[in-house]
């Protein structure tokens, strides 16, 4: 058995095109949604110049910064996950890590880490991202995922904790949330938190795909412990019973932080 991924590595991960196909399909758009709080949070009544989306992955965080931003540009360090991106009008991809961006300071009036924060080198990405935002610029890690636990079936939480959680350990990671001290030594002001709570609705067959995109299974299919396939059909088995043939509602928990550029 090989060794858990290291965190500071675990894009590596995601530069599969199976892995990709995934996240275009199988993750829940929710992003609207998640920017609709970000857009309250700012206090902003007209769109901003330019933002900038840090591993943007498929694409989904980057349509939906369109909502604040008149031009989005995303990077992701994955050309699949770019190759499988959604396009629209005013929105343009880069291949780049989120330590060694590629743009003139004070390019981007907004800059969003949209479940990124885990995986950068923040040492080297929060003074960069300082030096690419305007002053006052907004700084906004978010992320969002699934809770393990639904209105509509009591019995999943158990399920999580007690079957997949151990089939499947998650890697471990550094706290994402930016503590008042790292703002303050990298220019910025006092971070402003908001946690929040989603509940889209899958089948047992579409939460076992958005399963399958989870780091912790995408780990164990990469890192050659058991094939997609054999662990695409445990779950569905798995699921069915909790599922039923019914949509069901999951909940997914989140938070969004805003940090101003000083």
Not at 74 to 90: C, I, K
Not at 243 to 258: D, L, P, S
Request: with cysteine.
């Amino acid at each position: 058995t090989q060794p858990p991924p290291d965190p500071t590595t675990t894009h590596r991960l995601f530069e599969h095109d199976r892995v990709a196909a995934g996240y275009a399909s199988a993750r829940p758009f929710l992003h609207p949604e998640v920017f609709a709080r970000v857009r309250g949070l700012l206090g902003v009544q007209e769109p901003l110049r330019r933002a900038l989306d840090i591993g943007c992955g498929t694409g989904m965080s980057s349509v939906a910064l369109l909502d604040l931003a008149r031009e989005v540009t995303g990077v992701d360090a994955s050309v699949p996950m770019l190759q499988h991106a959604r396009r629209a009008e005013h929105l343009h991809y880069l291949a780049s890590s989120a330590e060694d961006l590629p743009f003139r300071d004070g390019s981007f009036d907004l800059i969003a880490a949209c479940g990124s924060m885990d995986w950068v080198d923040r040492e080297r990405f929060l003074p960069r991202a300082a030096e690419l935002l305007v002053g006052g610029g907004w700084l906004v890690p978010l992320d969002f995922g699934d809770a393990g636990r639904s209105p509509d079936i009591p019995d999943l939480q158990r399920w999580h904790e007690e079957v997949l959680q151990p089939a499947f350990p998650s890697p471990a990671s550094p706290d994402p949330m930016v503590g008042s001290d790292e703002a303050a030594r990298f220019g910025f002001g006092e971070p402003a938190n908001q946690t929040f709570e989603l509940r889209p609705s899958f089948t047992a067959a579409r939460y076992a795909d958005f399963l399958m995109t989870e780091s912790s299974v995408i780990a164990a299919v990469e890192y050659g412990e058991r094939s997609a396939e054999e662990i695409r059909g445990w779950l569905e088995a798995e699921l069915a019973g909790l599922f039923g043939e019914q949509t069901r509602a999951v909940t997914f928990g989140g938070y969004i932080q805003v940090l101003q550029k000083l």
